[in-house]
Structures are given as structure tokens and as C-alpha cells.
């Protein structure tokens, strides 16, 4: 069984870093399309960045130059460094997982697997 448990949220100053990791269970993120999304409230949920199994990235426009997606094979982890945060960056932040070798995809719905969650607070 798969699973994801997302940690490193929490509140901070605009123009401040977080650091987002995603552990996963049941499943290499080196075989695996991880992707980190968020949702603010009122807002759909949308993609911010994503690593294909072969390691390509890809990121939203809105994080491009701020954000870094990345992954550490021997813990089988995803993190997502965030720089420069924004108030606009406020959101939950969730870890997903496409069980599959292709590219990145960016449509949430075909994400296998998802993690609860973790709340990301920017203050102006």
C-alpha cells in the first residue's frame, strides 16, 4: 500500500523559505511521477511542480525561479524548496503519486495516490 505523509509547513514571513518533503511508502519515487499541489481556500486544487521518474521537473508559471522541486532516492523522498514566499503562495500543500514511467503529467485526477496534506502560511 502506498503512502505519503507530507512535512515542513508552517507559517512564514513574505519573502521567507520553507522547505516541503514528502516521504512515501509502498512505492519508489525513481519509478514514480511525483507531483506537489496546492489548494487555497475557495480555489481548485493546482499543480506547482513535478519530477517525472526519469527526473525531469516541471513547474507552474507562478513558481517558476522561486520554487525547486527535488528527490532523494536512498529516502525516498520529494521535497519542495520555496523561496521568496509570496501571501499568494498560502495554501495546503499536497504530495501526489502517479505509479507510472511516462512524463509529467499535470491533471490531478490521474494521481494514484495522495498525502494529507500540509498547511503553508505566508504573512505580508
Known amino acids: 500500500q502506498v503512502q505519503l505523509v507530507e512535512s515542513g509547513g508552517g507559517l512564514v514571513q513574505a519573502g521567507g523559505s520553507l522547505r516541503l518533503a514528502c516521504a512515501a511508502s509502498g512505492r519508489t519515487v525513481s519509478t514514480s511521477l511525483m507531483g506537489w499541489f496546492r489548494q487555497a481556500p475557495g480555489k481548485g486544487r493546482e499543480l506547482v511542480a513535478a519530477i517525472s521518474s526519469g527526473g525531469n521537473t516541471d513547474y507552474a508559471d507562478s513558481v517558476k525561479g522561486r520554487f525547486t522541486i527535488s528527490r532523494d532516492l536512498a529516502k525516498n523522498t520529494v521535497f519542495l524548496q520555496m523561496n521568496s514566499l509570496k501571501p499568494e503562495d498560502t495554501a495546503v500543500y499536497y504530495c501526489?503519486?502517479?505509479?507510472?514511467?511516462?512524463?509529467?503529467?499535470?491533471?490531478?485526477?490521474?494521481?494514484?495516490?495522495w498525502g494529507r496534506g500540509t498547511q503553508v502560511t505566508v504573512s505580508s
Open positions: 501526489a503519486l502517479k505509479a507510472y514511467y511516462g512524463g509529467i503529467v499535470t491533471n490531478r485526477a490521474q494521481y494514484d495516490y
